[in-house]
């Protein structure tokens, strides 16, 4: 997951999640302008009104300039003395499949293309930009005609750069915008039973999990408090412990510490006034237990402590448990309490009213009724998505990761600063929770080794730890920690998006291919039976990869996250054209890499996503819509359609961080991507079939279900407006009546939040007609089974 550009992401996605823009019948007709503020006469705080500007690298000068202009008394300059790759943006609605003009004028002073262009006109995400002015030229008009294709919304840019960064200055004026033709589309598919594609791996389902914003903890982990075990001294700003009394008499002390580096030590004033420290907006249920446990070292004065569960305002609105037999050693106090009230500002207060001091080594509170550390209402929700496979710990984390840090008492494991985001890695979920978290879902375990800051010698010790005997060194460990059998994880990654300079441990690419082949060599020495996917990345390093460590690998790994577009149909095209583009790339690797002509090495695109929005779920917790969803099952049919050459896919992530599902504090939901991905997985076939005709702007997919007894077609509508499709299935006799699932809403900002009733949905609708003309709602999702007369 790239880091460089998490603030381009997060501006473009406060624009475009809140944008709606009109349908194909609202659209202006041929030959109208349809750009607004085209001359840039309306101002709105020194720039353009609806327009945005966007900087690539270094910034670029944006301005209004009122000295010169091609027309009226306006233009848009942009400069750079540095360099700069920039543009000025604004998005409009178009007709799909229809043919366009894209116009206006442009003016140069001493613009110099270094690495880019110069100074044009493009729409953003396409292959479609005007010629370039650059040196020093008077108003210049340039245009070019393209289609839209399946796009229903374009973003236009006043380019300064291009690909690349520019100097020298440029002015803008007089955009135009105009539909020269279109044509009507009439959505056509055929089936052929007999052309049978390579079999849908059920890894396509799979899911990533990361140490990562509120993924793990404060998501699947039910672990209640934040810094459990003072990472960050108390009354700190990273801090969400307070002191209670006069903060003066809470410090941090460095001798005495139970885990990390320092323990909060209360220093008591003997007056009767308690001291102590409290966590605040804690979320109970009326009724719901609770259950944890503090790790206390007391002077004889300090005593009793009480830990006190505070729901309320009222003295009575708490319930407190005493701890009166400590002494100077580290003692575990069993804390459980049952709350009275629902509120979200519950707190947690550890305190006492006596005299001399008392020490905190760690605390932890959980619902009673977790599941092994893990949330239950989360887990209920992970059993509805029904992933079959899990890739942890990272993922960025995996790099700066060492995995011992997560094993023995939890309570004694290191807190950690994450190495490679924000926030206290807590070291609670380390391999064997993550293992048990595998057993009780059902899945299976996949495993990303540190290539970044960590050595071979580290990664075959990891994997010895699960997969070798108890005779071995670290299956000792291993049973030393609570498992005697090893667990034989077939799936190890190595490394995490090396190719990046954002990555941990990133190197040159000659450099990796031999690091990459030790780490193999290693690994393989401690189990040959595991399967090892490389880090790819389309292009130089994916090659190379392929012509230096063939060998050395059983798949290679490819990420993708797309952001957003404007139009619903332009933006649930995104992924798929992703997925296609890498599946398109490895088919020309097999032709001309000799390494792996004649080999067939699948990808595990064990990253893809949307990725824009703002961070409501926490840090990268980003909010999905019904038009996202829409995105998703497009992706999922290209995967279909290319099962020659991917083995295995994982949504990233699971929980909160870009995830499939939401939670809350007390509550957790199938985001609109998770409704669709659980659709799929759980009622999609197995054995693709080819898909002829015309469908656009329709998506249509199909496969074989339980040993071709039941034909599945999906259908996803990504316009605004409803559509038939002419479908004809060649080869087969159908039943006339199938079962349809559904999945749509009012609004392609339609949205699944814990906690509220779901906006996006799955519907199930049994006997509904089925043959010839197929008539698909707006923003929909379309599964039908037909069983096979």
């Not at 327009?51 to 008394?73: I, K, L, M, T």
């Not at 009326?286 to 830990?307: F, H, M, N």
């Not at 509805?384 to 710990?393: C, D, K």
């Not at 992530?653 to 509550?667: D, F, H, L, P, S």
């Amino acid at each position: 997951m790239r880091v460089d550009a998490r603030i381009r992401l997060v501006v473009l996605g406060l624009v475009f999640a809140a944008m709606v823009l009109p349908s194909a019948g609202q659209k202006s007709a041929a030959g109208t302008n349809i750009l607004v503020n085209a001359s840039f006469e309306d101002v709105e705080n020194g720039l353009p009104k609806g327009w945005r500007q966007v900087n690539y690298g270094r910034r670029a000068a944006f301005a209004v300039d009122e000295n010169v202009f091609h027309s009226g008394s306006r233009s848009l300059r942009i400069s750079s003395t540095d360099g700069a790759d920039a543009y000025l943006q604004v998005d409009v609605a178009v007709r799909p499949f229809a043919s366009y003009r894209l116009s206006g004028w442009v003016k140069t002073e001493d613009v110099k293309p270094g690495t880019g262009r110069g100074a044009l006109f493009n729409i953003h995400g396409m292959d479609v930009l005007t010629p370039a002015v650059s040196g020093t030229q008077d108003w210049t008009r340039v245009e070019i005609v393209f289609e839209t294709g399946a796009n229903d919304g374009v973003s236009v840019n006043c380019l300064f750069g291009g690909w690349g960064r520019a100097t020298g200055t440029a002015w803008f004026d007089d955009l135009s915008l105009e539909q020269l033709s279109a044509r009507t589309v009439r959505p056509r598919a055929q089936i052929d039973a007999a052309a049978v594609l390579p079999p849908i791996s059920k890894y396509i389902y799979g899911q990533f999990i990361e140490h990562l914003g509120r993924c793990i903890y404060q998501g699947i982990w039910a672990e209640m408090l934040e810094d459990r075990k003072f990472f960050y001294p108390v009354g700190a700003k990273e801090s969400p412990w307070k002191a209670v009394g006069d903060p003066r008499n809470v410090r941090m002390n460095p001798i005495l510490p139970y885990v990390g580096v320092h323990a909060p030590e209360i220093r008591l004033t003997g007056d009767g006034i308690p001291g102590g420290i409290v966590q605040e907006n804690l979320a109970v249920v009326s009724g719901r237990e609770y259950v944890g446990r503090i790790v206390l070292s007391a002077d004889p004065g300090a005593l009793p402590l009480r830990v006190s569960l505070i729901w309320g305002t009222n003295p009575a609105d708490r319930q407190t448990v005493e701890a009166a037999s400590l002494g100077p050693d580290y003692r575990t106090v069993p804390l459980a309490f049952k709350a009275q009230a629902t509120t979200d500002e519950a707190r947690l207060e550890i305190q006492s009213g006596g005299r001399e001091s008392f020490r905190i080594g760690t605390v932890s509170l959980m619902p009673a009724d977790n599941v092994e550390g893990f949330r239950p209402e989360v887990l209920a929700v992970l059993k509805e998505l029904n992933a079959p496979v899990y890739r942890w710990p990272g993922g960025n984390f995996v790099s700066g990761y060492d995995w011992r840090d997560g094993l023995g008492d939890p309570d004694k494991r290191p807190p950690r600063k994450n190495p490679a985001w924000t926030g206290v890695e807590h070291n609670d979920v380390g391999i064997h929770e993550f293992m048990r978290f595998c057993e009780i879902l059902g899945t299976e375990p996949y495993i990303a080794v540190n290539s970044g800051q960590g050595s071979e010698t580290q990664a075959a010790e990891e994997v010895e730890y699960l997969n070798g005997p108890e005779s071995s060194p670290m299956g000792r460990l291993r049973a030393k920690n609570g498992r005697s059998a090893p667990w034989k994880v077939v799936f190890w990654s190595v490394g995490n998006e090396m190719y990046g300079n954002w990555q941990l441990g990133h190197m040159p690419l000659s450099d990796y291919v031999k690091k990459h082949n030790r780490f193999a060599q290693a690994m393989r020495g401690k189990d040959p039976s595991i399967e090892l996917i490389a880090v790819g990345a389309v292009g130089s390093w994916s090659e190379g990869m392929l012509a230096g460590s063939a060998e050395f690998m059983d798949s290679m790994s490819e990420h993708f996250y797309v952001q957003s577009r404007p139009g619903v149909m332009s933006h649930a095209g995104l992924a798929a054209r992703e997925v296609k583009r890498i599946a398109d790339a490895h088919r020309r690797y097999r032709e001309t890499i000799p390494a792996v002509k004649g080999r067939e090495i699948p990808v595990a695109l064990d990253e893809w996503n949307y990725w824009y929005g703002p961070h409501v779920y926490g840090e990268l917790g980003t909010q999905y819509f019904l038009k996202d969803a829409l995105g998703i099952a497009a992706g999922l049919h290209e995967f279909f359609r290319n099962t020659d050459v991917f083995f295995m896919a994982n949504y990233a992530q699971t929980v909160n961080v870009i995830g499939a599902v939401k939670t809350n504090k007390t509550a957790a939901v199938l985001d609109t991507t998770g409704e669709v991905l659980a659709l799929y997985r759980n009622h999609f076939g197995t054995i693709p079939l080819k898909v002829g005709g015309v469908p656009a702007p329709l998506d249509v997919a199909a496969a074989w279900k339980d040993g071709k007894k039941i034909l599945t077609v999906a259908v996803v509508n990504p316009s605004t407006e409803s559509m038939r499709l002419s479908l004809s299935v060649k080869g087969l006799r159908l039943a006339s009546k199938a079962k349809l699932f559904r999945i749509t809403g009012p609004d392609p900002l339609s949205k699944n939040m814990p906690g509220l009733p779901p906006e996006v949905k799955t519907v199930e609708t049994a006997g509904v007609p089925f043959g010839g003309t197929l008539t698909l709602p707006p923003m929909s999702v379309s599964l039908y089974e037909i069983p096979v007369r």
